[in-house]
């Protein structure tokens, strides 16, 4: 990350696999995209897939790039 830039959590299109939020999120981290959706993937499946809640109040929420 760039410290001189203002850093916004994005929507990524480009990255975009359903709705952007994850290549959004790896992004905004610097993180790999690929990384961050297997970590979301066995996040959703531990958690009694409360992570779909997350990811789709995310896709709402976050601006589009």
């Given at each position: 990350l760039?410290?001189?830039?203002?850093?916004?959590?994005?929507?990524?299109?480009?990255?975009e696999l359903a709705g952007g939020v994850c290549g959004?999120?790896?992004e905004y981290f610097d993180l790999d995209k690929?990384?961050?959706r297997?970590?979301?993937?066995v996040i959703t499946?531990?958690?009694?897939?409360?992570g779909v809640?997350?990811?789709?109040?995310l896709w709402m929420i976050?601006?589009?790039k």
């Amino acid at each position: 990350l760039h410290l001189s830039a203002r850093v916004t959590l994005l929507l990524h299109f480009v990255l975009e696999l359903a709705g952007g939020v994850c290549g959004g999120i790896a992004e905004y981290f610097d993180l790999d995209k690929t990384l961050v959706r297997a970590l979301y993937a066995v996040i959703t499946l531990f958690t009694a897939f409360s992570g779909v809640i997350l990811y789709i109040l995310l896709w709402m929420i976050l601006p589009k790039k």
